[in-house]
């Protein structure tokens, strides 16, 4: 680093520079004091009144914008049970599973999925009682993380499974890109690897509150829109939808929006998979079952190996 030279010093005779005193700051004269300005009445109700419509917009459901979680219950007990299904089964019920025909489908892979809730889970086993594909819990909201992913991400995998990540959606807590991005950034990514599923996001039952996360069908339309374009945006796929046809009615109004881009991951516990969501001609994935005899939910993927494989590369 360079150094000021100093080896120099100032001569003796220098002259002295003449010393310039500047002006004497002089303060302006006092202005005489601005009479208060009067506020009629009716325009002070004015404001209150739209400082109040702006609060009302902020709690109403379905708002944009951060203010619309301001009020939101970030609450995360339970999230460990929080299964994808687990609310489906709750409030939809189960009316019985094609294994009670005693064959499976023609063209249909057996898989499952599971999440925390099942621990030390038997990869090897799995695969020999025959899954072929596993989805994981990742996340939930933007507070929860799976303290089993890591062991249920890499041990399927290990096991020769095709494998992805799911996230369980909470709208009511923050936006839908905010909630695309922790999921990334906790497991729920993508490669092309032939190996990795796309993320799905786990669209159900509200387990703390109001079924639809007070949100309103075009509102929740609109998140699902926001956590879908986040998730292609940085990892090239769109996201499965994990959904039952009954809750896609009731909180989006049964948008078609989806059903070009996304692959369809439908609930119904029954003998036949049933109506799809609008704007699916076919799922990708049916979960038919919440137990079986693989650990977790069981699951029929909707064609041979190739068309399992090509889900996976993209």
Not at 69 to 87: C, I, K, L, P
Not at 215 to 223: F, I
Not at 263 to 277: H, M, S
Request: hydrophobic content about 40%; proline content about 8%.
């Amino acid at each position: 680093m360079s150094r000021v030279d100093c080896a120099h010093p100032i001569p003796s005779a220098h002259r002295a520079m003449p010393v310039v005193i500047p002006p004497a700051f002089t303060a302006p004269e006092p202005r005489p004091p601005r009479a208060p300005r009067r506020i009629h009445p009716a325009a002070r109700l004015g404001v209150a009144a739209a400082a109040a419509a702006a609060l009302a917009l902020a709690m109403l459901p379905g708002s944009a914008g951060p203010q619309a979680y301001a009020y939101a219950d970030a609450s995360y007990a339970g999230a460990a049970d929080h299964t994808a299904g687990s609310q489906i089964a709750k409030h939809e019920g189960v009316h019985g599973s094609p294994t009670d025909l005693r064959s499976v489908p023609i063209g249909q892979i057996l898989g499952h999925d599971v999440s925390g809730h099942q621990v030390g889970i038997d990869w090897p086993g799995a695969a020999r009682t025959g899954a072929r594909f596993v989805y994981i819990k990742a996340t939930e909201g933007t507070g929860f993380v799976n303290p089993q992913f890591g062991q249920q991400y890499n041990g399927s995998y290990t096991a020769g499974l095709i494998r992805g990540a799911y996230h369980f959606a909470r709208p009511d807590v923050s936006d839908g890109a905010s909630q695309a991005n922790y999921f990334i950034a906790h497991g729920g990514g993508w490669s092309a690897d032939g190996k990795t599923l796309p993320g799905a996001l786990d669209a159900e039952y509200n387990p703390y509150g109001q079924t639809c996360y007070g949100l309103s069908p075009d509102a929740m339309t609109a998140w699902i829109k926001d956590f879908s374009g986040t998730y292609q945006a940085k990892t090239g796929r769109a996201p499965a939808i994990y959904t039952s046809t009954s809750w896609w009615k009731l909180c989006t109004g049964n948008s078609p929006a989806f059903g070009a881009t996304n692959p369809l991951w439908v609930a119904r516990y029954n003998t036949a998979v049933g109506e799809l969501p609008a704007g699916w001609t076919t799922q990708s994935i049916w979960q038919f079952a919440d137990k079986g005899t693989l650990p977790g939910d069981q699951n029929y993927f909707n064609g041979a190996s190739d068309r399992l494989i090509k889900l996976a590369l993209g």
